[in-house]
């Protein structure tokens, strides 16, 4: 599966000298976790997530404390430039969605831009992700299906069924171009694990 097959092609963006609080209500309104962040040129230069907004906002309650916390007013940042991770991890619409997975965990990231010849054309998140995994075998078999009719002309010259992320195609194929057609529309439908034909060997979805 590849990264344009289930991200987010519409994309909220914010400005590095956007106030943290517009910044913040773009991402409670919008529900989302993380935003690009472009400079006044255009340019991608950062993202910006919840917790970079929540740093130094939320004021200490003297109540709580045996002794006064120190004032930080002087030093509370204003705009987004302020708080922006810099240096943004990218992705692009073919990339095996796969590295991208690993590239989040391992970078501790929630969302990656997705960039097409450094236009940014969509975004991904762990949360798209986790939708692919928890897809029921119902909804896969359904897509899939439907996929394999469009390209059959409206006709069912297939029959797929899945289990536990496994799409079985049953169906008679003209050739080998035609199977290897037909299991790549099958392992983009995202939740499918591998797809099989009968008596044959499996193909990867990954």
């Known amino acids: 599966m590849r990264v344009k097959d289930i991200m987010t092609h519409k994309v909220y963006s914010v400005r590095t000298v956007d106030p943290i609080e517009a910044a913040a209500q773009l991402l409670a309104d919008r529900r989302i976790t993380a935003a690009p962040v472009f400079d006044e040129a255009g340019e991608l230069v950062g993202m910006v997530s919840e917790g970079d907004l929540l740093w130094h906002r939320v004021p200490s309650d003297p109540t709580a404390h045996l002794r006064p916390a ?62 692919t995994v928890i897809r029921t075998d119902e909804i896969v078999q359904r897509e899939v299906q439907h996929r394999l009719d469009e390209y059959a002309g409206g006709v069912q010259r297939w029959t797929a069924t899945a289990d536990d992320g496994v799409v079985t195609i049953e169906g008679d194929l003209d050739d080998g171009v035609e199977r290897t057609v037909v299991g790549i529309m099958a392992r983009t439908v995202p939740g499918v694990a591998a797809v099989t034909f009968p008596s044959e060997a499996a193909i990867s979805a990954k």
């Not at 930080?72 to 204003?78: I, L, Y």
């Not at 240096?87 to 991208?100: N, Y």
């Open 70 to 131: 120190p004032g930080v007013d002087g030093d509370r940042p204003r705009t987004v430039a302020d708080v922006m991770s810099g240096s943004p991890l990218t992705t692009w619409p073919d990339a095996d969605l796969a590295d991208a997975a690993q590239t989040m965990l391992e970078r501790e990231v929630r969302s990656l831009p997705v960039l097409e010849n450094d236009v940014l054309v969509g975004i991904i998140s762990r949360r798209d992700i986790l939708r």
